[in-house]
């Protein structure tokens, strides 16, 4: 299982959005926590399908956006954000962004909707706009390394590893979590997931800034291993065969001198 921590992919620019984002949504989980989670909250500012479809009454399409149902939801989809968001804004521009950001969150909430009109369930969270950024990481910067925390039963190792091995296995996670989902009430909004993560994916080629290219190559080596003693990545190779290539090479080059 991959647990991301950051990538090694700096931005040009400082993410002023990203920023503003994380710093409002836990804002707003703060004033959800002083409130004890109260309900209400959540059905007066939460999508619910049944309401949209009916009413078409939009804005809490976007309110939802910035709500979560615990601390685990907020601090999993603030990471995520926090990893791969700079670099998603760095490609477009802020102004970009920020329509980006909330139209890979429209179509997300649209896509769980649609799958049951009917429902009268709240949906929470920033999870489906995030998928967009996700998205469109993916299709900017595939090779691009991101440091994780690898779990091998007890065995917990950091590594670098490339970005579409780690956003394709949550993307296949999200479908592997569907049918366990479709028989309860609440739970994880799988669709929405799923929906925006390719809202972002489709769109990057529109927002992008023209100079920006789409699947840049990888300015580090992957799987790295992170040695805890020297508290540096150690990139595990075999010696011997690199010493005995050098070797050759330098033979080569004596016997074309003499």
Not at 14 to 38: E, R
Request: overall charge neutral.
């Amino acid at each position: 299982m991959f647990f991301p921590v950051s990538d090694d992919n700096p931005s040009s620019s400082t993410p002023y959005v990203t920023y503003f984002l994380i710093g409002l949504c836990s804002f707003v989980f703060i004033l959800q926590y002083l409130s004890q989670m109260s309900p209400s909250i959540y059905y007066n500012f939460g999508f619910i399908p049944a309401d949209f479809f009916s009413n078409y009454s939009s804005f809490t399409i976007y309110t939802s956006m910035f709500l979560h149902g615990g601390l685990l939801h907020i601090a999993g989809n603030m990471l995520y954000l926090w990893i791969f968001g700079d670099n998603v804004e760095d490609s477009m521009g802020t102004k970009k962004f920020i329509i980006f950001y909330l139209l890979c969150g429209t179509i997300a909430a649209l896509c769980q909707g649609l799958v049951d009109p009917t429902s009268e369930i709240p949906m929470v969270g920033a999870s489906g706009a995030i998928a967009g950024v996700l998205g469109a990481y993916l299709m900017l910067f595939p090779k691009a390394n991101v440091k994780c925390l690898v779990f091998i039963i007890i065995i917990v190792q950091m590594i670098r590893v490339p970005a579409f091995l780690v956003l394709g296995f949550w993307l296949v996670l999200q479908f592997f979590s569907i049918p366990g989902s479709i028989d309860m009430d609440g739970g994880t909004a799988y669709f929405a997931h799923i929906g925006g993560f390719l809202a972002g994916m489709i769109l990057i080629p529109f927002f992008k800034n023209r100079d920006v290219k789409l699947f840049h190559e990888q300015n580090t080596s992957s799987w790295q291993v992170f040695d805890r003693d020297s508290k540096e990545f150690s990139f595990q190779r075999n010696d011997n065969v690199l010493e005995g290539f050098i070797k050759k090479s330098e033979d080569k080059m004596n016997r074309r001198k003499h």
